[in-house]
């Protein structure tokens, strides 16, 4: 009996310990050209398993794709998806401990081409407002004014202008910055991957995945996506440190030469199964103090 009681009150410690971190994470599910696999948005699915609240861009005209990835996920996910912002919708899905707040729409006030998509999530004392956003690659007749540099300026201005007393912000998504520049540590200047890295250090903003320097691109060492907030003076005591920053690396399934690189007809797969991009996670503490008292 001793025994026993000793067996349930570790599991009831394990299982309260679980409980007192959520895991944030995003993912560009950027859909392939030609004939997607079968089974695309179960891998999706799959790729994303054990995360709390996630967030994806490149989301389908319909919509449909995100209440079929929660539903892949599991019965206890929820979801919102945005309206379509240049042929493409945002999707945020949640389960328990995370609820969200209120109502899910456009950041109107942020002027970018593909309009940002903001909702605020609390779980247990850990609250915050979450902005998608999908940056423009290059600039083209299409997307005119907009190309990277003037839409990490958008961000800048946007972030100056915000008069929060509680600056309780993730930004999060594919901002297609920085490139990894050959194992240089910092851009040529006055190159849109500049401007990024000035924008982070004049916010006192921390990506989690600059910290990692793993690439989120299939196809090159390209850093695109990302998962930003203040370490400085917010977040201090949630941000549960470096070690709890991945980037999944789930094509390595797919590297049929196991030689820890996809060759072209092995990234064409990769990229069909599921995406041309990587998950990104990070975990937060929500058993600390309400910062809001």
């Not at 903001?118 to 004014?145: C, I």
Request: contains cysteine; glycine residues 8%; aromatic residues 12%.
């Amino acid at each position: 009996m001793i025994r026993w009681i000793m067996v349930i009150g570790l599991c009831l410690i394990c299982t309260a310990t679980m409980g007192q971190t959520v895991t944030i994470g995003t993912f560009n599910i950027h859909k392939p050209e030609g004939t997607p696999a079968p089974d695309r948005l179960k891998n999706i699915a799959r790729f994303c398993e054990g995360i709390d609240l996630l967030a994806l861009q490149e989301v389908d005209e319909t919509g449909n794709e995100v209440e079929t990835i929660a539903g892949l996920m599991g019965p206890e996910y929820q979801w919102c998806v945005s309206d379509v912002t240049l042929h493409e919708r945002f999707g945020y899905l949640w389960r328990s401990p995370v609820v969200q707040v209120g109502e899910a729409g456009f950041c109107e006030a942020l002027d970018l081409g593909r309009k940002p998509y903001f909702a605020r999530f609390k779980a247990g004392n850990f609250d915050f407002e979450m902005v998608t956003v999908h940056l423009f690659w290059q600039g083209s007749k299409k997307t005119y004014p907009h190309t990277r540099g003037v839409e990490i300026k958008k961000l800048d201005d946007w972030l100056c202008d915000r008069t929060d007393p509680e600056l309780d912000l993730i930004l999060i998504g594919d901002f297609n910055e920085p490139q990894m520049y050959y194992g240089m540590s910092y851009p040529p200047l006055h190159s849109s991957h500049a401007f990024f890295y000035d924008f982070l250090a004049r916010h006192g903003l921390q990506s989690v995945t600059l910290e990692q320097r793993i690439p989120t691109s299939l196809m090159n060492a390209n850093i695109y996506d990302h998962i930003i907030f203040n370490t400085a003076n917010y977040f201090t005591t949630e941000y549960t440190g470096p070690s709890s920053i991945a980037v999944r690396l789930w094509e390595k399934e797919f590297d049929a030469n196991k030689d820890g690189v996809l060759d072209y007809r092995e990234f064409e797969v990769a990229r069909g199964a599921a995406s041309d991009h990587r998950i990104v996670t990070v975990t937060f503490r929500i058993d600390q103090p309400d910062d809001d008292e």
